[in-house]
């Protein structure tokens, strides 16, 4: 069983529309939890980082985590073409050098 | 400025060969890493290095070595390359021994084996 499940998509959307990006986990440990962008040929990108549930919000994003049921999301408001690119999240359990347990990322296409 | 560099950006070998990948951060981390990003795109775990220490070694073959003359650098060997082992190489690095879990990406390792 994969620990960070993830809809590789592609979702399409069109621009200014509200995205909603989802991923589930499995492993109680998790306390951080991440969303990387990733463009094409690029590096992952640091865009959210959240630690146990609740809300965090930048700008047009805010990434949400619910512990009691495993569930991460990220909201894009807003949408841009530029924010066309694949979303990747992450989970963490803290405490050491571990590596991040990430999702397959979800393709997204902003359609102008 | 860059925080996360990585040399080369394309790597294209044969068969056999033996390669190393540099990594290089500006960041002032202490803590550096090596993930494996395959052709569906699915980032996973290779290494991590705390203060020049191997932390973690995922079931990764022996083929692989990280190397790390210091803290600012994390360095990749392959011996003995296999088509498998195409795939895109991340390095990575984070404060605070990794403990908040925040990393940071570089650009990017394309190996191809041929």
């Known amino acids: 069983q994969k620990e960070v499940e993830q809809d590789p998509g592609p979702l399409s959307v069109p621009e200014g529309a509200i995205v909603s990006l989802n991923c589930t986990y499995s492993n109680s440990a998790f306390q951080y939890f991440m969303w990387y962008r990733q463009y094409s040929r690029k590096g992952p990108e640091l865009l959210m980082y959240?630690?146990?549930?609740g809300n965090k919000e930048d700008g047009r994003f805010t990434a949400q985590v619910d512990k009691s049921s495993k569930y991460i999301s990220l909201f894009i408001r807003d949408s841009q073409p530029s924010d066309s690119a694949t979303y990747l999240c992450?989970?963490?359990?803290?405490?050491?050098?571990?590596?991040?347990?990430f999702g397959k990322g979800t393709h997204l296409i902003i359609q102008p | 400025d860059t925080a996360v560099s990585q040399t080369p950006k394309y790597l294209v070998t044969q068969m056999g060969n033996d390669k190393s990948i540099k990594c290089e951060q500006n960041l002032g981390h202490d803590t550096m890493y090596w993930y494996k990003q395959d052709s569906k795109k699915f980032l996973k775990i290779m290494f991590s290095?705390?203060?020049?220490?191997?932390?973690i070694n995922e079931t990764v073959p022996n083929r692989f070595s990280p190397k790390s003359p210091d803290k600012a650098h994390l360095n990749l060997h392959i011996n003995s390359l296999e088509l498998g082992d195409s795939a895109v190489y991340f390095c990575a690095s984070s404060p605070l021994g990794g403990g908040t879990g925040e990393q940071y990406f570089g650009p990017g390792t394309r190996l191809t084996v041929t």
């Open positions: 290095y705390n203060n020049k220490e191997l932390i």
């Open positions: 992450a989970s963490y359990s803290g405490g050491g050098a571990d590596g991040l347990t």
């Open positions: 959240t630690y146990s549930s």
